[in-house]
C-alpha cells in the first residue's frame, strides 16, 4: 500500500495536522503579529513543483490553503519585510528577509565515511547513537555558549534531526552571524583527507571543546570502539593511522595490526604506544592531542552548514509527512534523546488507522488527541508556552514606562 | 548655503558638534566616526573635489580587493594614495594644517554618503571601501591617540572584572593570551553578535551569548560598530534622500560621483592614447574597446553583461575565450569578470567562476589552450548568445546596429544595404560591411576591402585586431604630423 496517497494526506492535514499549535510556535503570540503573516510558507507538490511566497493571515486561511492544495510537505521561511504574498506590490529592492528562526541540520548521510552499520537513506538504532551525540554537544553548546533557550528539536522523518531556535536575539541574525555561528560549532573538515585544526598552536582545546569532549570521549568508547567497531576493517584502521602525526607509532602500529583485532585493542594500544614517550615530552604532548583530535573526528556534530548560513532558507515544517517513510516530523524531547527511536515514530497510516478504531459520528477539530500524535503535539505547546511568557514578560516590562 | 547638510545634521544628531570642548578644536582626533555631518558653509568647488579625491582612494581600495592583494599590500597602496590625495596627520605631527585635512576628510565621506546611499549596491559597496579605509587607518593611528579616540564615545562594552576574569581563567587561556600576564590583560564582554569576524575564527571565549573579548582584539568591536552605523546611517539617509530639496547644482555632481564608481575611476586608461598593442590589455579597458573595437556579436555579449550583471555559460565562455585571445590575461580575465558580476559575493564567485576562467586559460582540468569561437562556430550555435547578423530578428538587428555602431559613424542609409545582405543570408558580409563602413573615416577602408586585402571576416578576434590596427596606425600617423 502506498503510505502516502494524495488521500491520506488529505485526510492527514484535514484532521491531524495540528495547525494552530505551529501558528502559535511561528507567531509567539496568540493573535497574528507579523511574525507570522509576513512569513513565508512554500509548498512542495508532487513532481517537484514548488509554490513559494504564501503567506497566510491565520491558522484558519493556512489550514484551508493546505487542504486546498494538498501538498506533499510544506517548508517554512523567513519573516519578509511585506507579506511575501503581496511581493509584487512592494518597491523593487524593498522586500526582504528580515527574522527567521536560527536553524540546524544533521543529516545521517554526513557521517557515511564512519559509521558501519547503514549507508544512505538507511537508518537504525544503532545509528541514531551518532544523532544523539551530536544533540547533547548542541544542545549544551547552544544553550550555554550562545545563552538560547528556545530550542525546539524536530526528527527529520528519515534519517536526521533538526533545529530551530526561536529566541529573539536569534531570529534577527544577520546571514554574518549565522555564517559565524555555523564555523563555530564546525569542527570536523568537509574534506576527509584533512585533519582537524582546531587549537591554537600548542594549546589545550578551546573551552568550548573541552566541555563536549568530555562527554564524546564516552560516546567513543561505547559506539566507535565496540558498537560500530570502526578499525576493525583495514580501511577503517588505516584511516585511523593517518591521523596519526608520528611515522614511528603508525608502523609499530600497523605491523602489529595486521592480526585482526577489535578497534577497542587497537585503541589500548594506541594509548599503549604514547604511553612510550616519557612524561612532558613534546611528542607525548602531540600525540595525546591528536588522540583528542581523533575523538572529535569521529563523534563531534557534522552540520549541513548551509541550512543555517542563510536567513532565507527554507526547512521542512515539523510535523509534516516523510514521504519515503510516511513518519510524521515530530519534536523531540533533547533530555530523552537517547531513547529515542525513530522506528517508534507514527506513521501517516498508523495515525489514520488509530483514529478509524475510535470511529465516532462527526470529524473533530483537534482529533490529534486521541491518536499517539499527542505527546508531540503536546510537547510543542509546552514549548509555544515558555516562548509566549517570554514575550508576554518583555511587553509588560517595556509598557512599565508610563 | 547647504540645505542638504543642514537637513540630515537636523535627522542625524541634535546636540550640535563635538567641537568646543575641546579648546576650540574642532577635530580633536585623526579617526573619525563621522556621527555628525558638516554643519559650516562649503564652496561648491571644495564639494565636488574633497568627494573626488576621496574617491580615488576607494576605488582604489575596492579593486584592490578584485586584484586579491594581500591586506598589507592593500595597505601600502592605500597610504600612498591618501599621502596624494587625502594626507590625513597624526594630532603630534607638526608643521601639518591638520584641521584643514580632517575638515575635508569629514566632508568627503559626508558628500560621498549623499552619492551612494541611492542603491542596495552603492550602499554595499561604499559601506565595504569605507570600512577597510578606516581599518588602515585605525591599524596605523599612534597608541596614544588611538587610545584617547577609544575614550572618547562609548561602545557599550562592559570591561571584565577581576573575579570574573580569574573564574574563567583556564577557559579564556585556550582562546588567547598567556598565563604570565593575563594578571595585567583587560578582558571587555560585548554580545556575540557584536564580533562575527571572532565568533567565526573561534577566536574567542563565549558563555551565555558574551564574548569575551581580549585587549588585542578590541579593534573588531571598533570595525564592527563602525561598520553597523554607518550601514544604519547610509539607510536613514537614502529614506530621506527624496524629501531633501536639494540644490540643483548638487544633483549632477552626485549623479557623477555615483557613477565614476561603478565604472572604477582608478583606471584612467579612458584619458590616456592608446599606445598598447594587444598585449597588454588590462580589465579596466574592456569597456572602451568594446565600444570602438567589436563587432557586433561581441558588443551585444558586453552590452548583456553590463545591463544584467551576468551571462549565461555559453555567453561567458565566447566572450571570454574571445577577450582572452584579444590580450586579457587571466589576472585581468579574473579582475574583469569579478568586477562585472557585482551583484555576487567573493565567496560565489571564487566557487562558480573562478574555475572556469581559469580553465578557460588552460589553467584547470586538462589544460588544453582552447582558441576563441570563430564565426562558423558562432552562427551554428544555436543562436544563444549566437551572431546577432543572423539570430536576431530583422527590426531588432536593425535597431541594435545603429545604437552601437551609429557612434562609429553608421548612418540608417547604410542599413538598408546592410539589411539586404542580411536577407539573402550572406551574414559574414553583413558583418564585413559594417566593419567597412565603420572604419571608412579612421582606416580609409573603402568598400570591398574588407579587412585587409579584400578578406571578410570569419573571425570576431580578427574583425578586432584588424580595427585596432587601424586606430593605431592612425594615431602614430597624426603624431608624425605633427612633429
Not at chain 1, 567513543?220 to 611515522?247: H, M, R, V
Not at chain 1, 508531540?376 to 508556552?385: G, S
Not at chain 2, 546636540?15 to 574642532?26: F, I
Not at chain 2, 595597505?75 to 580632517?102: F, H, M, N
Request: charged share 30%.
Amino acid at each position: 500500500m502506498d503510505k502516502v496517497s494524495p488521500e491520506v494526506m488529505l485526510a492527514f492535514y484535514r484532521r491531524l495536522y495540528p495547525f494552530k499549535s505551529i501558528f502559535h510556535w511561528l507567531n509567539h503570540q496568540p493573535t497574528p503579529e507579523s511574525l507570522f503573516v509576513k512569513r513565508e510558507i512554500a509548498f512542495n507538490l508532487p513532481g517537484d513543483v514548488i509554490i513559494r511566497y504564501n503567506s497566510f493571515n491565520d491558522h484558519d486561511e493556512f489550514k484551508k490553503q493546505v487542504c486546498k492544495l494538498n501538498p506533499t510537505r510544506f517548508e517554512i521561511g523567513p519573516v519578509y519585510t511585506s507579506r511575501p504574498r503581496d511581493r509584487k506590490t512592494a518597491r523593487p529592492g524593498s522586500f526582504n528577509p528580515m527574522q527567521r528562526e536560527l536553524v540546524f541540520d544533521i543529516d545521517m548521510t554526513d557521517y557515511d565515511p564512519i559509521r558501519t552499520c547503514c549507508s544512505d537513506a538507511d537508518i537504525c538504532k544503532r545509528c541514531w547513537s551518532f544523532i544523539s551525540a551530536a544533540v547533547r554537544v548542541l544542545d549544551t553548546a547552544i544553550r550555554d555558549q550562545f545563552g538560547y533557550q528556545h530550542l525546539l528539536w524536530v526528527y527529520s522523518g528519515r534519517r536526521g534531526i533538526h533545529l530551530w531556535i526561536s529566541d529573539k536575539e536569534a531570529m534577527g541574525l544577520t546571514d554574518e552571524q549565522r555564517k559565524a555561528i555555523v564555523n563555530w560549532l564546525t569542527v570536523v573538515p568537509k574534506d576527509e583527507s584533512k585533519r582537524l585544526n582546531v587549537r591554537f598552536g600548542s594549546r589545550a582545546l578551546p573551552a568550548s571543546l573541552q566541555t563536549a569532549l568530555d562527554h564524546l570521549a564516552v560516546v567513543f568508547s561505547e559506539l566507535i570502539l565496540y558498537d560500530q567497531d570502526c578499525f576493525a576493517s583495514p580501511e577503517g584502521y588505516e584511516a585511523l593511522l593517518k591521523l596519526i602525526p608520528d611515522t614511528r607509532v603508525v608502523e609499530a602500529l600497523r605491523s602489529e595490526w595486521t592480526a585482526p583485532s577489535s578497534s577497542q585493542d587497537k585503541w589500548k594500544s594506541f594509548k599503549t604506544q604514547i604511553k612510550t614517550y616519557t612524561k612532558n615530552s613534546s611528542q607525548r604532548a602531540l600525540l595525546t592531542a591528536a588522540m583528542e583530535d581523533i575523538i572529535l573526528q569521529y563523534t563531534y556534530p557534522r552540520l549541513d552548514e548551509n541550512v543555517s548560513k542563510k536567513r532565507n532558507h527554507l526547512l521542512k515544517a515539523p510535523f509534516c509527512v516523510h514521504p519515503k517513510t510516511g513518519r510524521v516530523c515530530v519534536p523531540i524531547d533533547p533530555e530523552r534523546i537517547e531513547e529515542f527511536d525513530p522506528e517508534s515514530v507514527p506513521t501517516v497510516g498508523q495515525l489514520l488507522a488509530e483514529l478509524d478504531t475510535v470511529a465516532e459520528s462527526a470529524e473533530h477539530h483537534s482529533d490529534w488527541e486521541r491518536t499517539s500524535l499527542k505527546p508531540y503535539v503536546d510537547m510543542l505547546e509546552k514549548h509555544n508556552l515558555r516562548i509566549m511568557e517570554e514575550v508576554r514578560k518583555e511587553k509588560r516590562g517595556s509598557d512599565m514606562s508610563w | 548655503m547647504f540645505k542638504i547638510e543642514e537637513r540630515s545634521a537636523a535627522i542625524e544628531g541634535k546636540d550640535k558638534v563635538q567641537v568646543e570642548l575641546h579648546g576650540g578644536l574642532k577635530y580633536p582626533h585623526r579617526l573619525n566616526f563621522y556621527d555628525k555631518p558638516p554643519i559650516y558653509d562649503v564652496s561648491i568647488e571644495e564639494f565636488e573635489t574633497s568627494a573626488l579625491n576621496r574617491l580615488r582612494i576607494l576605488a582604489e581600495i575596492e579593486s584592490s580587493a578584485a586584484r586579491n592583494r594581500t591586506w598589507e599590500e592593500t595597505k601600502t597602496v592605500t597610504e600612498t594614495q591618501c599621502e596624494k590625495y587625502l594626507p590625513l596627520k597624526s594630532s603630534s605631527a607638526i608643521g601639518a594644517d591638520r584641521e584643514s585635512q580632517r575638515r575635508i576628510d569629514h566632508l568627503g565621506h559626508f558628500v560621498l554618503r549623499l552619492a551612494f546611499c541611492r542603491s542596495e549596491e552603492l550602499r554595499r559597496r561604499f559601506l565595504k571601501a569605507e570600512t577597510t579605509l578606516f581599518k588602515i587607518r585605525f591599524e596605523s593611528d599612534v597608541g596614544a591617540e588611538k587610545e584617547l579616540f577609544l575614550n572618547s564615545r562609548d561602545f557599550n562594552w562592559v570591561a571584565v572584572d577581576k573575579a570574573e576574569k580569574d573564574k574563567y581563567r583556564t577557559e579564556l587561556l585556550t582562546y588567547q593570551g598567556r598565563g604570565d600576564s593575563f594578571e595585567t590583560d583587560k578582558y571587555y564582554k560585548v554580545r556575540w553578535t557584536r564580533v562575527p569576524d571572532l565568533v567565526d575564527k573561534r577566536k574567542v571565549f563565549l558563555k551565555g551569548g558574551w564574548a569575551y573579548v581580549p585587549g588585542r582584539e578590541q579593534s573588531s568591536i571598533v570595525y564592527e560598530e563602525f561598520e553597523t552605523r554607518l550601514e544604519r546611517d547610509l539607510l536613514l539617509t537614502a529614506r530621506y534622500m527624496p524629501r531633501l530639496d536639494e540644490d540643483m547644482r548638487l544633483g549632477g555632481i552626485l549623479d557623477n560621483l555615483s557613477q565614476g564608481f561603478l565604472a572604477g575611476v582608478s583606471s584612467e586608461w579612458s584619458d590616456a592614447p592608446t599606445d598598447m598593442n594587444g598585449e597588454s590589455i588590462k580589465a579596466e579597458m574592456v569597456d572602451d574597446l568594446a565600444a570602438k573595437h567589436f563587432p557586433m556579436c561581441m558588443r551585444n555579449s558586453h552590452q548583456r553583461l553590463r545591463k544584467d550583471h551576468r551571462l549565461n555559460h555559453f555567453g561567458r565562455l565566447q566572450y571570454g575565450l574571445f577577450l582572452k585571445v584579444l590580450g586579457l590575461s587571466v589576472e585581468e580575465a579574473i579582475i574583469f569578470w569579478r568586477k562585472s558580476f557585482d551583484r555576487i559575493n567573493d565567496d560565489t564567485f571564487n566557487k562558480m567562476y573562478k574555475y572556469n576562467i581559469r580553465h578557460s586559460y588552460g589553467l584547470e582540468g586538462k589544460r588544453a589552450n582552447y582558441p576563441a569561437k570563430n564565426c562558423q562556430q558562432i552562427l551554428t550555435s544555436g543562436g544563444d548568445p549566437g551572431c546577432p547578423y543572423r539570430h536576431f530578428s530583422p527590426e531588432n538587428l536593425q535597431s541594435a546596429l545603429l545604437s552601437t555602431y551609429g557612434p562609429l559613424g553608421l548612418t540608417s542609409t547604410d542599413l538598408y544595404e546592410v539589411m539586404n545582405t542580411v536577407k539573402g543570408g550572406h551574414f559574414h558580409v553583413a558583418c564585413t560591411r559594417v566593419f567597412e563602413m565603420t572604419h571608412s573615416g579612421i582606416g580609409g577602408v573603402k568598400k570591398g576591402e574588407g579587412i585587409g586585402g579584400g578578406e571578410s571576416v570569419t573571425h570576431p578576434n580578427q574583425y578586432s585586431a584588424r580595427s585596432m590596427e587601424l586606430a593605431k596606425a592612425h594615431e602614430e600617423k597624426a603624431t608624425q604630423m605633427l612633429t
